[in-house]
T-cell receptor, first 112, second 118 residues
Framework: SQELEQSPQSLIVQEGKNLTINCTSS?????LYWYKQKYGEGLIFLMM?????EEKSHEKITAKLDEKKQQSSLHITASQPSHAGIYLCGADISGTASKLTFGTGTRLQVTL | GAVVSQHPSWVICKSGTSVKIECRSLDFQATTMFWYRQFPKQSLMLMAT?????????EQGVEKDKFLINHASLTLSTLTVTSAHPEDSSFYIC??????????????FGDGTRLSIL
């Protein structure tokens, strides 16, 4: 089974709408990273969360890590076409601050 | 700007050919780099951890003789897909993190290499 589950797998929203993507693990997430990927391209770093209850925002994107450090959410406010892409959560679940395990990914489309 | 450079970005070659992909850290010395593989519409799968000056650590199920990794310098890791076949066609991405900023900085990713074997 996947160690990091993302939901939903895909999402189509109308421009201007809000949306939330979730990333869940049965293990403790020692470091949680959100990335965005355009198909066939590299990963763009969005945010990093390390402490339970931590919340960070950048422009219209907010990411949170729950107190138990097993679930994270990514919230986009007033979505725009530029937000379209694949969102991936990656986490250090070994506690060694080295390799990352990635979630299943969420494909976001924003319609006009 | 990019801190990890990956080259080439796209390769098309005949079955049986060996293909080398380079991953360079531009702003820091990376003692460790990571190689991932991504299938269409799927997530990233870690293939191996590249260690400078020593053997790479491969994930379970990854063939060491098929995917040769060399990390001869602190700024360069290479992945060679030996005797490539159509099933090796995929998107390969490398990443690295500045060891001096470990724990406070994320891994930086290259732009990926799309490998197509005919």
């Amino acid at each position: 089974s996947q160690e990091l589950e993302q939901s939903p797998q895909s999402l189509i929203v109308q421009e201007g709408k809000n949306l939330t993507i979730n990333c869940t693990s049965s293990k403790t997430l020692y470091g949680l990273y959100w990335y965005k990927q355009k198909y066939g391209e590299g990963l763009i770093f969005l945010m990093m969360l390390q402490k339970g209850g931590e919340e960070k925002s950048h422009e219209k994107i907010t990411a949170k890590l729950d107190e138990k450090k097993q679930q994270s959410s990514l919230h986009i406010t007033a979505s725009q076409p530029s937000h379209a892409g694949i969102y991936l959560c990656g986490a250090d679940i070994s506690g060694t601050a080295s390799k990352l395990t990635f979630g299943t990914g969420t494909r976001l489309q924003v319609t006009l | 700007g990019a801190v990890v450079s990956q080259h080439p970005s796209w390769v098309i070659c005949k079955s049986g050919t060996s293909v080398k992909i380079e991953c360079r850290s531009l702003d820091f010395q990376a003692t460790t780099m990571f190689w991932y593989r991504q299938f269409p519409k799927q997530s990233l799968m870690l293939m191996a951890t590249s260690n400078e000056g020593s053997k790479a650590t491969y994930e379970q199920g990854v063939e060491k003789d098929k995917f040769l990794i060399n990390h001869a310098s602190l700024t360069l890791s290479t992945l060679t897909v030996t005797s490539a076949h159509p099933e090796d066609s995929s998107f390969y991405i490398c990443s690295a993190r500045d060891p001096e900023k470990q724990g406070t900085q994320p891994q930086h990713f290259g732009d990926g290499t799309r490998l197509s074997i005919l």
